[in-house]
């Protein structure tokens, strides 16, 4: 038997409903084929300032880099907003796991499920058959460099060193590689930002070491119209961490819901799989949120972190399954379906297994 070790973050608001519903998931993927999964809690974003007073312990930095993987649900709530410059805010917790794991490459893939086409607002003809991987540059960029006030200026300053750039552009062409196709589309924003030209320079040195991938240049602002105009152009996209940010919660809207949106975050350690919404406290209790994103998630913990590919392709049908006969939760409902909450979801991904 297999066992792995997964360090559960279950955050605020909804986080903990979501996070039980992905850990039913990978319980029932054990029992189906055979493998143990050992979790051990920690603490990070509001709940940890309440317990601690820091958003990011050092006991959750040594539980989750002690790891095989990281499984997070969601951080925040208003009642840790501030505009103090030297406040502590739990978004601080979540950029500090990221630096202190090494993940910089953010995966965000972006199917739109057969089941679903009629719940997006785009039109169904132009988003059937969508399925792009979104590669986000996580450690670097505009969140992590300089900033400040001076008086009532304030700035904050966008950096990247080449070396940042090579290693998300290698990423991304390795990801088209498994997936079997070589089309990866650079976004970058290089008629008016040094670091963006900076980007486009490394980005085409890099995939010269790839001489079966073809990779194309888009600026931010083409991008985010393509997206919703001709989405089944992209298959791998890889862009900066602000830009990334933006795109992928864009490209969500094309599958329906954020509530449909996984993420994994990878690194030189243990890889972090959270989705791609936030914690919605007003839903918090009410048992009506979407788990799937966290469940997908959980699933791209399996395929990147353990390497089960059966078992990640498990999960991903069983949700097909589940959507194919008709249940929805609160997002994604439309007229004929039957809706369901946030736990009963979970227990009809895991029955399908």
């Given at each position: ?66 790891s095989d993987a990281v499984l997070l649900g969601a951080i925040g709530g208003p009642q840790w ?53 979104i590669v986000r540059e996580l450690t670097g960029g505009i969140y992590f460099g300089k900033r ?120 030189d350690g243990p890889g972090l799989y959270e989705p791609s919404h936030g914690s919605a406290p ?72």
């Amino acid at each position: 038997m297999a066992q792995f070790k997964v360090a559960v973050l279950r955050g605020d608001g909804i986080g903990p409903e979501i996070i039980e519903q992905a850990v039913k998931v990978l319980d029932a993927v054990g029992a189906r084929f055979g493998h143990a999964f050992d979790y051990t809690e920690a603490l990070l974003g509001g709940c940890a300032i309440d317990a601690t007073g820091t958003s990011l312990p050092d006991e959750t930095v040594t539980v989750c880099g002690s790891s095989d993987a990281v499984l997070l649900g969601a951080i925040g709530g208003p009642q840790w907003d501030t505009t103090d410059p030297n406040g502590v805010r739990p978004e601080q917790g979540l950029l500090g796991i990221r630096k202190a794991l090494g993940l910089y490459a953010n995966l965000r893939p972006v199917k739109v499920f057969d089941a679903l086409v009629g719940c997006s607002t785009v039109k169904a003809d132009v988003i059937r058959g969508v399925d792009i991987m979104i590669v986000r540059e996580l450690t670097g960029g505009i969140y992590f460099g300089k900033r400040g006030r001076e008086g009532e200026m304030a700035y904050d300053t966008e950096t990247y060193n080449a070396f940042e750039v090579e290693r998300i552009v290698r990423k991304a062409c390795e990801l088209a590689r498994t997936r079997g196709t070589a089309n990866v589309c650079s976004v970058d924003k290089a008629n008016v930002l040094e670091s963006s030209r900076l980007w486009r320079e490394v980005a085409h040195k890099t995939v010269a070491d790839y001489p079966d991938i073809e990779m194309w240049d888009l600026l931010v602002d083409n991008c985010a119209m393509q997206l919703v105009k001709n989405p089944r152009q992209f298959d791998v996209v890889v862009t900066s961490n602000m830009f990334g940010d933006i795109l992928s919660d864009e490209a969500s809207m094309l599958s329906g819901s954020l509530g449909m949106l996984g993420s994994a975050s990878l690194g030189d350690g243990p890889g972090l799989y959270e989705p791609s919404h936030g914690s919605a406290p007003k839903y918090t209790g009410m048992d009506v949120v979407n788990p799937t994103a966290t469940v997908l998630s959980a699933a791209l913990m399996l395929r990147y972190s353990f390497g089960l590919e059966t078992e990640a392709a498990a999960v991903e049908r069983a949700i097909e399954r589940v959507l194919a006969d008709g249940f929805r939760t609160k997002d994604i409902i439309e007229d004929g379906a039957e809706l369901v909450g946030t736990s009963r979801m979970g227990d009809l991904i895991a029955e399908r297994l």
